[in-house]
């Protein structure tokens, strides 16, 4: 069988940028087409191969540069998008773009790389897996991509929710009505939007129904079109739970579902649904990942030090 060449010449373009570190951007091509040779050498790419892959794997490369040239960095799970065609109607955004802005005015964007990425994912699937020790901002992103959603009017509704396990309470030994109760649950998604809308607006868009925080019994039977829906702290579902949570998506709607598999506050006979739901779903298309980490914790540095001991 007579095999085709052909060269791709890299021009003002860093090669150890666009190549990756040790070369994992490009080792990435040559594992995805085993049956061409593909070889860097200076700023030249050689190809050797069947003319129909060598068009698909210059499409690919090309998209690359593109990229590169946009947005001046590649990183090695774009290239696995590029060679698997999921960003060729989208591309992510810019690092560290603003998603939006504070109630006070700050500029609210990722962080970290992977707070980047989550945010990259979120763009390009209907429901994303974000797991990871606590402070590393999996709660404060999604609220802030949500918010974002509904600014642009993507979405008409936020809905945040999470399971109102007792960690070391019981509900119902505890004073006041049912919102007070579940109300020290909740806390943390309140902090999210507290800082990031006016009280005037936040106040508004929960009486109009347009933010809705709620216990996850209280999605039962219900279907959500054009809605963003959070599930927090995740680790803490059922299976049965969980289930029932990803089966509300309707027209339109997107899911977020955050957790810590670390902090799981479920009675012992009970197995947390996180996992079991993220094997099970993690190669369907729609779906998306981001594991994260001690590096993406953005609280006191202390912490970071503190998470990085335990998981060693």
Excluded at 31 to 36: E, R, Y
Aim: proline content about 4%.
């Amino acid at each position: 069988m007579h095999l085709h060449e052909s060269i791709i010449y890299l021009e003002n373009i860093s090669l150890v940028d666009f190549l990756g570190a040790n070369n994992v951007n490009f080792d990435e091509i040559v594992s995805a087409f085993p049956d061409s040779k593909i070889i860097s050498r200076g700023n030249e790419i050689r190809i050797k191969g069947k003319v129909s892959e060598i068009g698909k794997i210059s499409d690919v490369i090309s998209s690359m540069i593109a990229h590169f040239n946009k947005y001046g960095y590649l990183k090695p799970e774009q290239v696995h998008d590029y060679l698997n065609g999921q960003l060729a109607e989208m591309e992510p955004k810019a690092p560290n773009e603003v998603i939006l802005h504070s109630a006070k005015g700050s500029s609210i964007k990722p962080k970290t790389k992977n707070q980047q990425r989550f945010a990259d994912i979120v763009l390009k699937n209907d429901v994303v897996f974000a797991v990871g020790p606590a402070g590393t901002g999996k709660t404060y992103m999604a609220v802030a991509l949500a918010l974002q959603a509904l600014k642009n009017k993507e979405i008409k509704k936020i809905i945040v929710t999470r399971p109102a396990v007792e960690a070391g309470e019981n509900l119902g030994f505890l004073p006041g009505d049912l919102n007070e109760k579940i109300a020290p649950y909740l806390r943390p998604v309140f902090d999210a939007f507290e800082d990031m809308l006016a009280p005037e607006k936040l106040k508004f868009y929960q009486e109009n129904n347009i933010i809705e925080i709620a216990p996850l019994a209280y999605m039962r039977g219900r279907t959500l079109n054009h809605a963003f829906i959070i599930l927090d702290e995740a680790q803490n579902a059922t299976n049965v739970q969980l289930k029932m949570f990803l089966t509300r998506l309707g027209l339109g709607s997107k899911a977020i579902v955050t957790g810590d598999i670390t902090q799981i506050d479920l009675p012992k006979k009970q197995l947390s649904g996180l996992s079991d739901a993220i094997n099970r779903l993690e190669k369907l298309q729609g779906i998306g990942v981001v594991i994260m980490n001690g590096n993406d914790v953005c609280r006191h540095p202390m912490v970071s030090k503190i998470i990085k001991a335990y998981e060693s």
